[in-house]
């Protein structure tokens, strides 16, 4: 497949979209196998749309439901600094088996600001489910339950993942060509 441009910048395919599905449906095997009980999927827009969206049709377990948020940083009135607040939460989450649904974890910053934002509405229990996964740069102790596939430190767009704002529509995801 050929490399393609995006702001200026090449890209060459490294997960084309036979291999994406194959890990989509592995990882939802895994989770079915997991028996998570009424389990609400939280999916953190922007990036994990596509990746939410395939996986979700191969899901199983009864009772399942899914919600979409978006992390967003603003400055405080009164501290200085940012905090981060989950938008588009409607429902009570209250006593209830999260599973979030990531594009990718790089450093784990994301991850762990989610993950404390959903504790403070006092959910039952908390896994996390992760298309891609960036070992080297992971920084955190959190356990990651699925892993669809570990990379290396490069920058990827597609599938989702964006290059400042582009690339979300491609099928294949692609890495930044050296
Ligand atoms: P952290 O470091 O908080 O990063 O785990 C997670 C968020 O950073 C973005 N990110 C990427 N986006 N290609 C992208 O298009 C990448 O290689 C990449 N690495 C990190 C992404 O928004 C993710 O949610
Ligand atoms: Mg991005």
């Given at each position: 497949m050929k490399p393609i441009t995006l702001h200026n910048k090449t890209f060459e395919v490294f997960i084309p979209e036979t291999e994406i599905a194959a890990i989509v449906h592995s990882m939802a095997h895994n989770i079915n196998n997991a028996?998570?009980?009424d389990p609400l999927f939280i999916s953190v827009l922007n990036g994990s749309f596509m990746f939410s969206s395939d996986i979700m049709k191969k899901i199983t377990l009864p009772n399942t439901e899914i919600s979409f948020v978006k992390l967003s940083s603003y400055s405080g009135t009164q501290t200085t600094g940012e905090v981060s607040k989950l938008i588009?939460?409607?429902?009570?989450?209250?006593n209830r088996n999260i599973i979030i649904l990531e594009d990718i974890i790089d450093t784990g910053i994301t991850l762990e600001k989610i993950i404390s934002l959903l504790e403070k509405e006092e959910v039952a229990d908390i896994k996390v489910a992760t298309l891609l996964f960036k070992p080297e740069a992971y920084t955190k102790e959190i356990p990651i339950d699925f892993i669809g596939k570990s990379i290396p430190n490069d920058f990827v767009v597609g599938y989702g993942l964006d290059y400042d704002e582009i690339g979300?529509?491609?099928p294949h995801i692609f890495k930044l060509k050296n």
């Open positions: 028996r998570i009980k588009g939460l409607g429902q009570d989450i209250r979300r529509n491609l």
